[in-house]
C-alpha cells in the first residue's frame, strides 16, 4: 500500500536484543533455558518455568525469533530516544505476558517491559497504554511499585478471561500506589461504551501524569470477531485513540500485540499505522465519497470496519457495568493524582 517509505516514514531493520539488556527484566536462569530448550534440550525446570506448556510450546528458532522480536521493540525504542523517530510501530511486539521467569500466554520476552525499564533509565516519564483485550499483567506488575511507569490496560473482565488478573482495585503498592490503571470491561462491550472509559479514565490520568512518552501495546483482540475473546469492538475504536494519543503531541512507541481473526488484525494495524504515519486514506477519501462506502467488517474495501449494530440488550448489561467500572477507579485512583 506504499505506507512504509516517503514522507518521513522508513522501514528500519532491528537488531536482535543483547543479552545484557534482556537481563534488565528476564532472570539468567530463564533465558538459559529458553535458550537451551530451543536447541532441543527441554528440561522439567524449563517446564516450570512455561516453557513448553500449551500456549508457550517449544518450536525451532523460538529464542532467536522472541530475542528478535524484542529487538525490534527496542530498535524503536532507541530510535526514539536519540530523536531520530516520532512513532514507532513493531507490529511483531507486544508481548506483555511474559514474566521475569515465566513464559505466559503465548508470550517468551517481554519486549514491552524491557522497552519500559530502557526509557525510564533514561529518565522518560513512560506512560504504558495496553489495549489488547488481555490484561498486561507482565508489564503492570514489573512496575507496580513504581510511579515512573505508569501503566493503563483496558480488558475483558478477568473473570472470564486469561490471565485472571487486572481488577479495578489493583491499583499498586507503596510509591507505586495509583500506577497501575486496570479497567476491567463486560462480554459484549461496544464501540461508545469503551470510548467512554477511555474518555472518563484514561485522558484525565494521561493529563495528570503529563508523560515523556508513550507505549502503546495495540492487541487486536479486542475486536469483534475474535474467537479467543468476547468484546464487539470494531477498528475505529483504534483510530480514535491514536488521535488522541496523538494530540498529546508526545512521541510514541506502539506494538503489535494478540489478534487471532488474522484477517481483522492485519486490517486493524495497517489501519493504526496509516493514522500513525498521517496517510489515511479512508479519511481522506470518505468526505468526497459522503462516508460509509469504504467502511466494511466484510472488507469489500478500505481499512475501517462498518458500525455494528448494538442490541437494547446488550446497551442495558454493558453499559451500567462500564460505568460502574469507571466510578470504582475515579474513587480508588484519580484522587491519588489530584484529580
Ligand atoms: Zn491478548
Same mark, same amino acid.
Given at each position: %500500500?506504499?505506507?512504509?517509505?516517503?514522507?518521513?516514514?522508513?522501514?528500519?531493520?532491528?537488531?536482535?536484543?543483547?543479552?545484557?539488556?534482556?537481563?534488565?527484566?528476564?532472570?539468567?536462569?530463564?533465558?538459559?533455558?529458553?535458550?537451551?530448550?530451543?536447541?532441543?534440550?527441554?528440561?522439567?525446570?524449563?517446564? &516450570?518455568?512455561?516453557?513448553?506448556?500449551?500456549?508457550?510450546?517449544?518450536?525451532?528458532?523460538?529464542?532467536?525469533?522472541?530475542?528478535?522480536?524484542?529487538?525490534?521493540?527496542? /530498535?524503536?525504542?532507541?530510535?526514539?530516544?536519540?530523536?531520530? $523517530?516520532?512513532?514507532?510501530?513493531?507490529?511483531?511486539?507486544?508481548?506483555?505476558?511474559?514474566?521475569?521467569? #515465566?513464559?505466559?500466554?503465548?508470550?517468551?520476552?517481554?519486549?514491552?517491559?524491557?522497552?519500559?525499564?530502557?526509557?525510564?533509565?533514561?529518565?522518560?516519564?513512560?506512560?504504558? +497504554?495496553?489495549?489488547?483485550?488481555?490484561?498486561?499483567?507482565?508489564?503492570?506488575?514489573?512496575?507496580?511499585? *513504581?510511579?515512573?511507569? %505508569?501503566?493503563?490496560?483496558?480488558?475483558?473482565?478477568?473473570?472470564?478471561?486469561?490471565?485472571? /488478573?487486572?481488577?479495578?482495585?489493583?491499583?499498586?503498592?507503596?510509591?507505586?500506589?495509583?500506577?497501575?490503571?486496570?479497567?476491567?470491561?463486560?462480554?459484549?462491550?461496544?464501540?461508545?461504551?469503551?470510548?467512554?472509559?477511555?474518555?472518563?479514565?484514561?485522558?484525565?490520568?494521561?493529563? $495528570?501524569?503529563?508523560?515523556?512518552?508513550?507505549?502503546?501495546? +495495540?492487541?487486536?483482540?479486542?475486536?469483534?470477531? &475474535?474467537?479467543?475473546?468476547?468484546?464487539?469492538?470494531?477498528?475505529?475504536?483504534?483510530?480514535?485513540? =491514536?488521535?488522541?494519543? @496523538?494530540?498529546?503531541?508526545?512521541?510514541?512507541?506502539?506494538?503489535?500485540?494478540?489478534?487471532?481473526?488474522?484477517?481483522?488484525?492485519?486490517?486493524?494495524?495497517?489501519?493504526?499505522?496509516?493514522?500513525?504515519?498521517?496517510?489515511?486514506?479512508? #479519511?481522506?477519501?470518505?468526505?468526497?465519497?459522503?462516508?460509509? %462506502?469504504?467502511?466494511? /467488517?466484510?472488507?469489500?474495501?478500505?481499512?475501517?470496519? *462498518?458500525? @455494528?449494530?448494538?442490541?437494547?440488550?446488550?446497551?442495558?448489561?454493558?453499559?451500567?457495568?462500564?460505568?460502574?467500572?469507571?466510578?470504582?477507579?475515579?474513587?480508588? =485512583?484519580?484522587?491519588?493524582?489530584? +484529580?
Amino acid at each position: %500500500m506504499g505506507l512504509l517509505w516517503g514522507n518521513g516514514r522508513s522501514e528500519v531493520p532491528p537488531t536482535p536484543a543483547e543479552r545484557i539488556v534482556l537481563k534488565k527484566f528476564h532472570s539468567a536462569r530463564y533465558l538459559h533455558a529458553l535458550k537451551t530448550a530451543a536447541a532441543g534440550r527441554w528440561t522439567a525446570e524449563a517446564l &516450570d518455568m512455561g516453557i513448553g506448556t500449551g500456549d508457550c510450546p517449544v518450536f525451532a528458532g523460538m529464542y532467536d525469533y522472541s530475542v528478535l522480536a524484542c529487538g525490534a521493540t527496542l /530498535t524503536g525504542a532507541n530510535l526514539i530516544l536519540s530523536g531520530a $523517530a516520532d512513532v514507532a510501530f513493531n507490529p511483531s511486539g507486544g508481548f506483555h505476558h511474559a514474566g521475569p521467569e #515465566r513464559a505466559s500466554g503465548f508470550c517468551y520476552i517481554n519486549d514491552v517491559a524491557l522497552a519500559c525499564i530502557i526509557l525510564a533509565e533514561q529518565g522518560k516519564r513512560v506512560l504504558y +497504554l495496553d489495549v489488547d483485550v488481555h490484561f498486561g499483567d507482565g508489564v503492570a506488575y514489573a512496575f507496580y511499585d *513504581r510511579p515512573d511507569v %505508569m501503566t493503563i490496560s483496558f480488558h475483558e473482565n478477568p473473570r472470564v478471561l486469561f490471565p485472571g /488478573t487486572g481488577f479495578e482495585d489493583e491499583i499498586g503498592t507503596g510509591r507505586g500506589k495509583g500506577y497501575c490503571v486496570n479497567v476491567p470491561l463486560p462480554v459484549g462491550t461496544y464501540d461508545q461504551a469503551y470510548m467512554k472509559a477511555f474518555k472518563a479514565i484514561a485522558l484525565p490520568l494521561i493529563g $495528570a501524569y503529563n508523560p515523556d512518552l508513550f507505549i502503546f501495546e +495495540l492487541g487486536a483482540d479486542a475486536l469483534a470477531g &475474535d474467537p479467543l475473546a468476547h468484546l464487539y469492538l470494531t477498528n475505529n475504536v483504534y483510530v480514535e485513540i =491514536i488521535d488522541h494519543l @496523538l494530540s498529546f503531541n508526545k512521541p510514541i512507541l506502539a506494538t503489535g500485540g494478540g489478534g487471532y481473526n488474522i484477517d481483522n488484525t492485519v486490517r486493524a494495524w495497517v489501519l493504526a499505522w496509516s493514522i500513525f504515519a498521517g496517510a489515511d486514506i479512508d #479519511r481522506d477519501i470518505n468526505p468526497t465519497f459522503g462516508g460509509t %462506502m469504504f467502511e466494511s /467488517t466484510d472488507w469489500q474495501g478500505g481499512l475501517r470496519d *462498518r458500525a @455494528l449494530v448494538v442490541s437494547e440488550p446488550q446497551r442495558e448489561t454493558v453499559m451500567p457495568a462500564v460505568e460502574a467500572v469507571i466510578e470504582t477507579i475515579k474513587a480508588n =485512583i484519580f484522587c491519588l493524582h489530584g +484529580l
